[in-house]
Nanobody, 121 residues
Framework: QVQLVESGGGLVQAGGSLRLSCAASGSIFSINAMGWYRQAPGKQRELVADITSGGIITNYADSVKGRFTISRDNAKNTVYLQMNSLKPEDTAVYYC??????????????WGQGTQVTVSS
């Protein structure tokens, strides 16, 4: 199994910044794409950003382009989300996702427990 643990959420005022981290651990053989998703109350979970294994190709939701930056450190099995110019509509629970292979040959889609981000106006 692969475990993902997010950290870095909190309460900030509009225009502020937060940096989310997600560290993967467990019986990891390799991690392919990693991403961040978010879910606001009463809404579907949506993709915020993802990044390929080499860290070169990234993808962002239109609503966060130019404000958020995803990056990863493969030596630490960690993905980051730098969030700048935060808006109240960014308020949500943010979840880390990883497409990973275990040392036992299983490939699966793994999720963290989520971290709350609240942006006040």
């Amino acid at each position: 199994q692969v475990q993902l643990v997010e950290s870095g959420g909190g309460l900030v005022q509009a225009g502020g910044s937060l940096r989310l981290s997600c560290a993967a651990s467990g019986s990891i053989f390799s991690i392919n794409a990693m991403g961040w998703y978010r879910q606001a109350p009463g809404k579907q979970r949506e993709l915020v950003a993802d990044i390929t294994s080499g860290g070169i190709i990234t993808n962002y939701a239109d609503s966060v382009k130019g404000r958020f930056t995803i990056s990863r450190d493969n030596a630490k099995n960690t993905v980051y989300l730098q969030m700048n110019s935060l808006k109240p509509e960014d308020t949500a629970v943010y979840y880390c996702n990883a497409d990973a292979r275990t040392r036992f040959g299983h490939r699966g889609d793994y999720w963290g427990q989520g971290t709350q981000v609240t942006v006040s106006s």
